[in-house]
C-alpha cells in the first residue's frame, strides 16, 4: 500500500441539525491512492486514544463514513446514511477516534447512477439488483485510501465503528488491525425498511431488524 502525507490539518466546530456539537480537527491529503478528497476527522482526544492503543490498550473508534449527498445534506429517509453519520460523531467524540469521510456516493458508482438506481427500485429491484442492472457492481468501495490515512496517522489498530463486514475484510487485508467490530444503532423508517433488510439478508450486516422481516 503506498503510503499518503498530511495535506492540510485545521479546526473546525461541528453543529448538527438536532443542535449537537462537537469539534473535529479535519486532516486532507496527498498521496491517497484513487486521488479523490477524502477527509479524516479526529474526534474527542483522539491522541489520547492513539497514545492508550499504542500502549496495548483500548484502540481507537473509527467509522469509515461513505459520502452520501441525500441522506448526510438533505436527510433522505431512503438509507441510515445521515443518522448513522449523526450518531458516529457522538460515539467517536465521547471515545476518541476517527470519522473518515469517503468520497464513494452510491457504494461507488456516483451521485447520478445512484439516483438511478433508486428509479429502478422504484419499479421493484432491490439496492444491489439495480447496481448490476446499471452495469455496475453491487458494491464498487474500495477502502485503500481509508488505510493510508488511518495509517498515516498511526491508527494502524482500531475499533471499527460498522455494520458493514466488508470493510472490516479490506481494512483487515491492507494492514490496519481490526480490534473489534462495533455496530452502529438500527435507524429504522418505513422508507428504508427494505434497503435495510436486504443489506442484511444479501450482505451480513449486523442489523437487528425485528419491524423489517
Known amino acids: 500500500m503506498p ?37 479524516l476527522l479526529g474526534l474527542g482526544d483522539w491522541r489520547r486514544a492513539l497514545a492508550v492503543s499504542a500502549a496495548g490498550g483500548q484502540a481507537p473508534l473509527v467509522r469509515p463514513h461513505s459520502e452520501c449527498l441525500t441522506g448526510d445534506v438533505f436527510g433522505s429517509e431512503r438509507c441510515d446514511c445521515g443518522p448513522q453519520l449523526r450518531e458516529a460523531a457522538e460515539r467517536i467524540t465521547v471515545a476518541g477516534g476517527f470519522l473518515l469521510y469517503l468520497r464513494q456516493e452510491g ?7 445512484k439516483l438511478d438506481a433508486y ?10 439488483e439495480a447496481n448490476t442492472a ?19 496517522l498511526g491508527a494502524d489498530r482500531i ?13 483487515e487485508l491492507l494492514g490496519i488491525a481490526v480490534a473489534e467490530r462495533v455496530p452502529t444503532g438500527v435507524h ?5 425498511a427494505r434497503y435495510l433488510t436486504v443489506k442484511r439478508d ?12
Not at 457504494?107 to 447512477?113: H, P, V
Not at 475499533?159 to 481494512?171: E, F, I, M, T
Not at 429504522?188 to 428504508?192: E, P, T, Y
Open 107 to 113: 457504494r461507488g458508482i456516483g451521485l447520478y447512477a
Open 159 to 171: 475499533r471499527l465503528l460498522s455494520n458493514n463486514p466488508d470493510k472490516a475484510a479490506q481494512l
Open 3 to 39: 503510503s499518503a502525507t498530511v495535506r492540510t490539518r485545521v479546526t473546525v466546530p461541528l453543529r448538527f441539525a438536532d443542535g449537537y456539537a462537537t469539534t473535529a480537527d479535519v486532516v486532507s491529503f496527498e498521496g491517497l491512492a484513487d486521488g479523490r478528497e477524502h477527509l
Open 188 to 192: 429504522l423508517s418505513a422508507a428504508n
Open 134 to 152: 446499471l452495469g455496475r457492481g453491487e458494491d464498487e468501495r474500495d477502502y485503500t485510501a481509508a488505510a493510508q490515512m488511518l495509517a498515516t
Open 202 to 213: 444479501h450482505t451480513a450486516h449486523t442489523l437487528d431488524l425485528p419491524l423489517a422481516g
Open 119 to 128: 428509479a429502478l427500485q422504484d419499479v421493484g429491484l432491490d439496492t444491489y
